[in-house]
């Protein structure tokens, strides 16, 4: 199971705008409390006790009108229909809580024994908090998920910016011929770092449901192609051999910790890529799967025959039309495309360099 994936379908099932979010707000404004599960499969129903089968369509005021009851509410899996309601959950006791009061330890504890969300909403704070797994989610108001979405959205910009501005230099040291580690893992950190601001902000927009169409544009047009591009850099430059390949090189990527994606170290390590003894003056050579991406109309399997024909992106370069025409597969326009392309980023690189 993704965890990830997992929460933001429950935080979906919540967003303002839909059915469930709204009976818990008609639940908060009545001063009532609740608790609510949403997935009905045989690892519920096992920790259920007494109350009834309801088995009826959700709707808001329905679900409104059960919660008078002091028991919890058994929801389909889609959130569609309320399967049971008055039931007595008994988990485990001796499952872990950090919780105190008794309606969110209960729902702490579910959380932890069944992987279904489990919602509290508090009668007394005002609260509705969202339990999956061991992961504890407090819904906000839409006007703070809204301010602290737009907060997401500036710092996504501004290390949009700096990850553009090491990428530009990286595509210049490697037409020069000088690429050193330290640019490589600058703009993997950076990278990296975006793709970690992009995810938190989409859990905003998940929150604000029918209020975040905006920021997720916003969001959308600031992450359009990173992923991509941060995936040729890493297969450019890292040390592939018969058991590591670019997806391990990724999800290692993916899985450095926040602490520790600013250590070099920790980048080179986890990767795998080249070092020497002057480490971050290593001097690398990138395959040029990157660069061949921007040419247009190049399928993946020209370029990486292409790259597997000279295996470095100063080779390519300096080919003659020829040279590349001669690449299995690879047709005398593309060859010229593949040239004209290479020698228009050079240049473009150049005079980015000068300005």
Known sequence: MDPQGALMRALETVAPGTPLREGLDRILQAGRGALIIVGD?????NMCSGGFLLDAAFTPQRVSELAKMDGALIL?????????ANVHLVPNPSVPTTETGT???????????????????????????????????????SSRVLELANQGLATLSRYRGRLDTAMANLTGVEFEDLVTLSDVVTVLQASEMVVR??????????????????????????????????????????????????????????????????SLDEVVAGIRLPVGENKLNTALQPRGLRMLSKVPRLPNSSAAAIVRQFGSLAKISRASVSDLAAVEGLSAAEAQAVKDTLARLAQTSILDGLS
Do not use: N
């Open 41 to 45: 499969d045989a690892e519920v129903l």
């Open 197 to 262: 601001i992009a995810d938190e902000v989409a859990r905003y927009v998940v929150q604000l449901g029918t209020d975040g169409r905006l920021i997720r544009l916003q969001r959308e047009e600031l992450i359009t192609g990173l992923e991509d591009e941060r995936r040729l850099v890493v297969a450019d430059y890292f040390a592939e051999d018969e058991e590591w390949h670019l997806d391990e090189a990724m999800a290692a990527l993916g899985g450095i910790d926040a602490d520790r994606l600013l």
């Open 76 to 84: 389909s899996a889609d959130a569609g229909r309320i399967a049971r």
């Open 103 to 141: 309606r969110h330890r209960t729902a702490e504890r579910v959380a932890r024994c069944v992987e279904v969300p489990v919602i509290s909403a508090s009668e007394d704070m005002s609260i509705i908090a969202l339990y999956l797994g061991g992961q504890k989610y407090p819904l906000e108001r």
